[in-house]
Structures are given as structure tokens and as C-alpha cells.
């Protein structure tokens, strides 16, 4: 009992010394977000930017985007590509958790350039693979009704599907004390594993798992909760996984926008194959990342 409550204690020391940041981190996210959703929404359904655009859209924290961009899918105001764009670079609560963490303060950067460059290709390359077919709103030629335009709108101000506080300090606070328990359940574990299992034992596991690392971190990524993407990050900075896997992972996660895409869109069949190409691509490119690094 003496050995729990002392890993209990190290978990919330920790996590503790990342709350403050964090909160910081999510008060900024959510004042910017609440000023500029309708102009995002914008510069996404702008036929002029396309996959780039979504790309460059989906870095933006939290799945907000990736939601919204399932419904404007669904209504033929984007096309397949730029979803999966918007997918691929959607990190979820990745950033603030790292920001959050000043000695991974460097990793950010790299981490979101490499994804905007692979989603930029992978919404490109889908919109290639796929050219004959007509995805989601191109089944009715754009022609969406009323109400499909009120689902977009209540998307472009949503988190993650679910309203907003319209004071910004109480729903940074909500958002960071979710993350914060993740992270908390996430320190409590490893240092379980420490424990019982030994570092040096952990990090031979994960040495020699190496090229099976993306595979599961996509795995994970499939999760259609921010968990996945705090689980992952918190496992990049303990040194648990390598940045390829981290990388798999977050691109395969899009928080639940994959929920939202099934809700909007009525064809399963698209759905599915959107999804599966994201997962085979990003393990498949993480995979090589950890070959390479």
C-alpha cells in the first residue's frame, strides 16, 4: 500500500506542475476559437484553398474542425479530400499538452509541419485514387437542404460536438480538467509499470517493438475520444514510443470526428474506406518515420 500511495503521489506531483500551463494553454485556445470559428468556417468551405486548407485547419487544437468539416462533408461543401486532410492533421489535445511540458516545447514544430506536409499529400492522393467516385454531398450535387446548412453552423461553434460555455474562463477550466485527469490516470500507470516491470525492461520492450510501435499508437488513434491523443503524447514525452508512432497515431486520430462523420454521412461504405485510408497511410508513413529516426 506504502509503494501505491508514493506512485499516486510522484502521478499527481507531475501532473500538477502541468496543470497551470495547461489551463493557460486551453484559456488562450478557447478566447481565439470563440473570436474566429465563423471566419475558419469560411476560409474551409472557400473552394480557392481545398486540401491545403484543410491541411493547415486541422492543426488547430482540440476536433472542433474535424467535426465541422464532417458535416460540411456530408453537405457537399467540401470534398473527400480535404476531409481526409483535415483528419490526418488534426491532433486533438496533443498541442496544449505539450505546450504544457516546456522540454518537449521543440517537438511541437516538427510535429506539425510533418503532419500538415503528409496530409496535404494524403488528401491529394485520395482525391486521385478515388476520382470517379462521388463522396458524401457529391451525391446530390451539392444540393443540401435547410437543415443540413443549421447542422454546419452549429458545428463551426462547437467543441467537439458539444456547446460551449459562453464564458471562456469556465470552459478552458472544464477542457483542461478533463485532459488533466487523463493525464493524471496516464502517470499513475507508467509509474505502476516502473515499478512492477522495471524501466530498463520497458525501454528494451519498446526498443525491440520498435516498428510495431505505429501500428499500435494507430490503433489508439482509432479512439474516438481526446484519450487517445493524451495517451499518446504522454507516452512520446515519458519515452515510451518514438516520434514516428506518435506521428502514426495522431494522424490516424481526428478526436470524434469519426463520429461525427458517421452521424453526417449516411454511407457507410465512404466512411469506411475514408477512415481505413487514413489508418493504412499513417502507420504505414509512421512506420517509415521510425525507420529513418
Given amino acids: 500500500m506504502k509503494e501505491f500511495l508514493d506512485i499516486l503521489l510522484d502521478a499527481l506531483i507531475d501532473t500538477a506542475k502541468l496543470s497551470p500551463f495547461l489551463f493557460a494553454a486551453y484559456l488562450l485556445l478557447e478566447y481565439l476559437e470563440h473570436r474566429s470559428s465563423s471566419k475558419l468556417a469560411d476560409f474551409l468551405t472557400n473552394g480557392k484553398f481545398g486540401v491545403p486548407g484543410g491541411a493547415v485547419l486541422g492543426c488547430i487544437p482540440q476536433c472542433g474542425m474535424s467535426v465541422a468539416s464532417s458535416h460540411l462533408f456530408s453537405a457537399g461543401a467540401v470534398g473527400a479530400g480535404t476531409l481526409v486532410a483535415v483528419f490526418i492533421s488534426c491532433s486533438d489535445e496533443a498541442i496544449p499538452v505539450l505546450l504544457a511540458d516546456f522540454r518537449h516545447l521543440g517537438a511541437i514544430v516538427p510535429l506539425l509541419l510533418s503532419k500538415v506536409a503528409f496530409?496535404?499529400?494524403?488528401?491529394?492522393l485520395f482525391?486521385?485514387?478515388?476520382?470517379?467516385?462521388?463522396f458524401g454531398?457529391?451525391?446530390?450535387?451539392?444540393e443540401h437542404d435547410c437543415d443540413e446548412c443549421d447542422?454546419?453552423?452549429?458545428?463551426?461553434?462547437?467543441?467537439?460536438?458539444?456547446?460551449?460555455?459562453?464564458?471562456?474562463f469556465l470552459s478552458a477550466l472544464k477542457r483542461s480538467a478533463q485532459v488533466i485527469l487523463f493525464i493524471l490516470a496516464v502517470n499513475i500507470l507508467m509509474g505502476l509499470l516502473v515499478h512492477f516491470v522495471g524501466e530498463d525492461a520497458i525501454s528494451a520492450?519498446?526498443?525491440?517493438?520498435?516498428l510495431l510501435q505505429p501500428l499500435f499508437a494507430g490503433l489508439i488513434g482509432l479512439i474516438p475520444n481526446c484519450a487517445g491523443s493524451v495517451v499518446l503524447t504522454e507516452l512520446y514525452i515519458n519515452g515510451s514510443i518514438g516520434f514516428g508512432a506518435v506521428f502514426a497515431g495522431l494522424s490516424v486520430g481526428s478526436?470524434?470526428?469519426y463520429i461525427a462523420l458517421f452521424k453526417a454521412n449516411k454511407h457507410i461504405k465512404e466512411?469506411?474506406?475514408?477512415?481505413g485510408y487514413n489508418f493504412a497511410l499513417?502507420?504505414?508513413?509512421?512506420?517509415l518515420i521510425q525507420l529513418l529516426i
Fill in 205 to 210: 520492450f519498446a526498443q525491440k517493438n520498435k
Fill in 151 to 168: 447542422k454546419i453552423e452549429e458545428a463551426h461553434h462547437h467543441h467537439c460536438g458539444e456547446k460551449c460555455d459562453s464564458n471562456v
Fill in 282 to 287: 499513417s502507420v504505414g508513413v509512421g512506420t
Fill in 119 to 124: 496530409a496535404v499529400a494524403a488528401g491529394y
Fill in 271 to 275: 466512411n469506411l474506406i475514408i477512415i
Fill in 127 to 134: 482525391d486521385l485514387i478515388f476520382r470517379r467516385h462521388k
Fill in 137 to 142: 454531398g457529391g451525391h446530390h450535387e451539392h
Fill in 255 to 257: 478526436g470524434l470526428g
